[in-house]
């Protein structure tokens, strides 16, 4: 009896060991399962089709099973485009130790059921659309060594309790939208190697706790919002490789020791796109096993230390949009230096300040360097003959600079290079046919230069290339056949050389091809019929060549926006079809022989869109366009005997008309010579080579009606301005008419011409002639003829309830539209100040001389008080300015000019600060509440950055802004900028090159998304 109730306990403790192993439980395990499958999309299931019962558990897809107990002990279901939401069921795999349901689109929360995992070591639900925060509960998987929680929209802060898990080996928490700041309790995780936090909106400094972390080799921050000065913990952490802390708000000067304090394991150090400041620190060759070392978009100065040379295994050196250099002979000198690092991969110099002659050394960098990157800065000097050394190159780019000379030829030997870029410098000669070597190369821009000659037909053999952009040098010759049959260009850009023939038929092939540019060459002949076939044909630019005929049917390129033909010799009628392009903003058609009544439908009946003067036998159209009525057919029955008296009485009336005009003819002779000897016309080398044609007094009588006040735009101080197509220009033009009796006109005619005599930039109004002559009355009359800006001033866009209903914008700037703005004028103002042959001060900067093209692409415009600083004290005319005409405009003039200061570029600077200022506050420097002490300036200071919301255009509020977006933020930088560039002080101000570094950094970190190409 004894024995046997032995027997009984033994067989019922078995039975419970059974059960606790999965004899019994395993049941448990799978109806987890099952309800987890119950929770993902029907039509998703059949990927878990395995998971019935007709299958055994442990040979369902994704699941593995422990050997002893038959427990469900990893669940693999990485990628299986699986939807739904996580079943909190999943918290009774009570034995899972591996859990992988990654790469999936699961919604939902992370279920508080997973904290019962208590055996798990390896969690991943990265990339799906999980939402609610990170659980706490996970705190109590004590085992956890890998947490990848990776692209999902979790939000909220990072838990304390997280600090728990002290054998946490890798935490991966980046693109979650995380706010808040990092938890000092992280201090606790002293096993872990690897944190991610990257691509999410916290905040703060980075606790001191973090230098316990003693085991620690990759560290992630970027793109958040983390201030405070360089972390310091860092230095503890002696096992550290990886450091990047991009893209967020520290700032400060980097130690001088930096190199002697940093781990010596560190191989990547990325601190681009903060606000760091002075000098790269010398010591960082210290650091021996550096590989990447990137700290582009931030505010360095001072010169690139040689000592970089000595860091051997170099292989990336970012030190882009910063303001190293002076602009002096010597800045390039680390170049040589670099040479000794054998490895370097990849160089990036854009965006400073280096000048001097490009050093032959570069010729004898590393033959592993792909990428050579120094455009915008100011390098001269001669591409090195022995360029072709550098047997590994990918991209090369120095546009941007003043550079000289011709294009090597041994560039043809760089057979991997794809992208090259050296457009806006002053090269020439001949573009070399070895450049055809170069099979793989994806963009060839050498635009804006002198090179002469043909376009080498060897370019053809470059058959992958995108993008083609050989505008505005001195090229000759046709077009090569073979760049037709390039079918994989997206651009081809070709405008303003010297280049004839016909466009050939092969170009139908170019099916891919999303912008044609050919203006003002020499081409002509007839459209080929297969431009009809190339269908992504977004922009086609023709104007100003001798192409005549019909325009061939085009009928299916819908997706079309801007089309200019003007300036040729078309014919025929205007195709109707043209009404149904949707998606048209700009049809240009002036200037040809177009005839018949123009279509009312669609696009027509917008005039601002359809330009179709200087087309004599057009009629109809819509009433603004302004042209003749059309006939109705004239009926022939029974008028014969009628048309012969007609045809008497007509051959009477011409013989009559015929005198009369020969009378006429004679009399405006004799008083056209009358008038030519008193006339002072400006020859072109007034106005180096923006004078196209002479003009005169007549011609922009008749232009204008008689100077109309209909045509008017706007008055200003010294004239007024007015609207009109102007054929010699074969455009529409803004016509500047001096007031001549206005004290000071006739010397700020003589500035506007002089200041832009040689000077070019996209962001300058271009000055496209001039008048100076007399009127029909004896009198003096001078002229200003400009490119049209259609989008009006920007003072009328910041002050919309000031200007006529009429003429009011339809709508408001955005925050992005103001910024692009912004940067658009700080560029320019960088232009005028360093970059031309002679520093140029505007002096009356301010939103009324901001002009908007179409594309809202700002135009600085109304040089009449402009200064050539070079010059202001040799030439006389400049000198005769009273010095009350150089103080520009109250409440923009610098503090300075009111106390007899002379002009500079300081003074610029002063006006740009005050006009970022009334931008994004919508407030005039001169409004009524601002008096005694109380300006703009403090008014804006004194609310940064707690209530920025409060004194911001209301307007950008309520433009658009996507939920979430980091207004206030973006805000108080931008602000922050305006303060610093009309500071008091002249020598305080921040120069407009840092202004336009800064904003463009603002733009690229908070819209970078939705940034269109603009620089």
Not at 71 to 86: A, F, H, M, S
Request: charged share 15%; aromatic share 8%.
């Amino acid at each position: 009896m004894r024995s046997m109730r032995l027997f009984l306990l033994l067989s019922f403790i078995a039975l419970m060991l059974l059960g606790t192993y999965g004899f019994f439980t395993d049941e448990t395990d799978r109806q987890a399962l099952l309800e987890f499958k119950s929770q993902v999309y029907e039509d998703k299931r059949v990927v878990l089709s395995s998971w019935n019962h007709s299958f055994p558990l442990c040979n369902w897809k994704g699941v593995t099973c422990g050997h002893k107990h038959k427990r469900v002990t990893r669940l693999d279901l990485g990628g299986l485009q699986l939807g739904g939401v996580i079943s909190p069921s999943i918290g009774n795999l009570s034995f899972l130790v591996w859990l992988n349901i990654s790469d999936n689109s699961f919604g939902g929360t992370i279920p508080e059921e997973m904290g019962n995992l208590f055996r798990l070591k390896y969690l991943n639900m990265g990339l799906n659309f999980l939402g609610g925060g990170i659980s706490a509960s996970l705190s109590n998987c004590s085992r956890l060594m890998w947490l990848i929680l990776t692209s999902n929209n979790l939000g909220e802060g990072l838990p304390s309790e997280l600090g728990s898990l002290t054998k946490l080996a890798g935490l991966y928490l980046s693109e979650n939208n995380l706010k808040g700041k990092v938890p000092a309790s992280l201090g606790n995780l002293t096993s872990l190697r690897l944190l991610n936090l990257a691509y999410n909106s916290m905040e703060g400094e980075i606790p001191y706790d973090l230098a316990r972390l003693s085991q620690m080799v990759h560290i992630s921050l970027t793109m958040n919002n983390f201030s405070g000065a360089f972390p310091s913990p860092v230095y503890n952490l002696s096992s550290l490789e990886v450091l990047s802390i991009s893209v967020n708000s520290f700032s400060g000067s980097l130690r001088p020791d930096l190199g002697n304090l940093l781990p010596p394991k560190v191989r990547t150090l990325f601190l681009g796109g903060n606000y760091f400041t002075g000098a790269i620190p010398t010591t960082l060759s210290n650091v021996s096993n550096l590989r990447a070392f990137a700290i582009g978009t931030n505010r360095f100065t001072g010169s690139i230390p040689l000592s970089f040379g000595k860091i051997k295994n170099l292989q990336l050196m970012a030190l882009d949009t910063n303001s190293l250099g002076s602009y002096s002979s010597r800045d390039l000198e680390f170049l040589d230096a670099l040479t000794n690092c054998t490895q370097l991969e990849i160089l990036s110099l854009s965006w400073n300040r280096l000048g001097g002659d490009l050093p032959t050394s570069i010729s004898n960098l590393s033959r592993t360097l792909y990428k050579l990157e120094l455009g915008r800065n100011l390098i001269s000097g001669r591409i090195p003959h022995d360029i072709g050394n550098l047997v590994s190159l990918r991209t090369l780019s120095l546009e941007e600079n003043l550079i000289t000379g011709s294009l090597p030829a041994s560039l043809g030997k760089l057979l991997g290079l794809g992208e090259v870029y050296l457009n806006s410098n002053r090269m020439s000669g001949a573009i070399p046919s070895s450049i055809g070597n170069i099979t793989q190369l994806l963009s060839l821009s050498l635009a804006n230069n002198s090179f002469q000659g043909i376009i080498p037909s060897s370019l053809s053999d470059c058959s992958q290339m995108l993008h083609l952009d050989l505008g505005f040098n001195k090229l000759e010759g046709t077009i090569p056949r073979g760049i037709m049959q390039m079918t994989s260009l997206l651009n081809l850009s070709m405008e303003g050389n010297s280049l004839s023939g016909s466009l050939h038929d092969d170009i139908g092939r170019l099916q891919n091809l999303v912008v044609l540019s050919l203006g003002n060459n020499n081409l002509s002949g007839q459209l080929p019929q297969t431009l009809g076939k190339c269908l992504s044909m977004e922009v086609m630019y023709l104007q100003g060549n001798y192409f005549h005929g019909a325009i061939p049917d085009i009928k299916l390129l819908v997706d079309v926006r801007r089309v200019d033909f003007s300036n040729n010799h078309f014919s025929g009628r205007i195709p109707e079809y043209f009404a149904n392009f949707f998606k048209l903003q700009y049809l240009n058609l002036s200037i040809n022989n177009f005839e018949g009544s123009v279509p009312t439908k669609g696009i027509f009946q917008n005039s601002t869109i359809v330009l179709v003067s200087g087309n004599k036998n057009l009629c109809g159209g819509i009433k603004e366009l302004k042209l003749k009525p059309c006939l109705p057919p004239v009926e022939t029955k029974h008028h014969s005997s009628l048309l012969k008296k007609v045809a008497i009485g007509i051959s009477v009336c011409v013989a009559l008309l015929l005198l009369l005009f020969i009378t006429f003819v004679s009399l405006r002779c004799f008083r056209k010579r009358k008038i030519n000897r008193h006339t002072n016309n400006l020859t072109p080398s007034t106005l180096g080579g923006a004078i196209h044609e002479k003009i005169s007094y007549g011609d922009l009588r008749n232009a204008t009606y008689g100077f109309s006040s209909s045509n008017v735009v706007r008055s200003g101080s010294f004239g007024t301005v007015f609207k009109t197509f102007l054929p010699t220009e074969n455009k529409v033009v803004a016509v500047k008419v001096l007031n001549l009796k206005r004290r000071g006109a006739m010397k700020s005619f003589m500035a506007e011409c002089e200041s832009l005599k040689y000077i070019r930039h996209r962001n300058l109004v271009k000055l496209l002639t001039a008048c100076s002559s007399i009127d029909f009355q004896g009198n003096d009359f001078r002229a200003l003829i400009y490119d049209f800006m259609p989008n009006g001033s920007l003072d009328m866009w910041l002050h919309p309830e000031e200007v006529e209903e009429i003429r009011r914008p339809s709508k408001t700037l955005t925050l992005l539209e103001r910024l692009n703005i912004a940067i658009d004028v700080g560029c320019v103002l960088n232009y005028l100040h360093v970059h031309c042959h002679e520093p140029i001060a505007h002096c009356d900067l301010k939103p009324s001389n901001v002009l908007l093209d179409d594309d809202l692409v700002a135009h600085v415009s109304d040089f009449g008080l402009a200064r050539l600083l070079l010059k202001f004290d040799q030439e006389s005319f400049f000198n005769q300015l009273s010095s009350a005409g150089v103080r520009g405009t109250i409440g923009y003039a610098a503090p300075e000019y009111g106390m007899g200061g002379q002009p500079s570029i300081h003074g610029d600077v002063y006006s740009f600060g005050v006009l970022l200022l009334e931008m994004f506050t919508g407030k005039r420097p001169t409004n009524e509440s601002f008096g005694g002490t109380f300006t703009l300036h403090s008014y804006t200071k004194s609310a940064l950055p707690e209530r920025v919301l409060d004194i911001a255009d209301k307007s950008i509020l309520h433009s658009g802004l996507r939920v979430g977006f980091p207004i206030a933020e973006c805000l108080t930088l931008v602000l922050d900028v305006g303060l610093r560039c009309c500071e008091e002080s002249p020598t305080n101000r921040l120069a407009t090159s840092e202004a336009a570094k800064e904003l463009i950094s603002i733009r690229e970190r908070f819209f970078k998304a939705r940034i269109t190409a603009r620089r």
